[in-house]
């Protein structure tokens, strides 16, 4: 059973930094695409930024120029680097991986960013 868990989300001040961190167990193939999304209260899940294990990405136009995502293809882990964190940047994180047809996902971790 494929398991992804999210780690370093937290409260941090608006212009802060944190990094997210995905460990993945259960899987014996590389994902072809890891990524994050995020939820904020009242709002649909976005995608926030992916990686295809070819090494391209995509991230959304709001994030770019802040954040990073980097992913380690024999560990099957991706994380994600937050800079200049803004407080619209709050939401709940989550962790996703795919392999056509599949697609999973981790509970989400809380990053809250103060004004």
Known sequence: QVQLVESGGGLVQAGGSLRLSCATSGSRFIFNTMGWYRQAPGKQREL????????????????????????????????????????????????????????YWGEGTLVTVSS
Not at 53 to 78: E, H, L, M, P, Q
Request: hydrophobic residues 30%.
């Open 48 to 103: 926030v930024a992916d990686m295809s294990s070819d090494g391209s990405t995509n991230y959304a136009d709001s994030v770019k120029g802040r954040f990073t995502i980097a992913r380690d293809n024999a560990k099957n882990t991706v994380d994600l680097q937050m800079n200049s964190l803004k407080p619209e940047d709050t939401a709940v994180y989550y962790c996703n991986a795919k392999i056509p047809p599949l697609d």
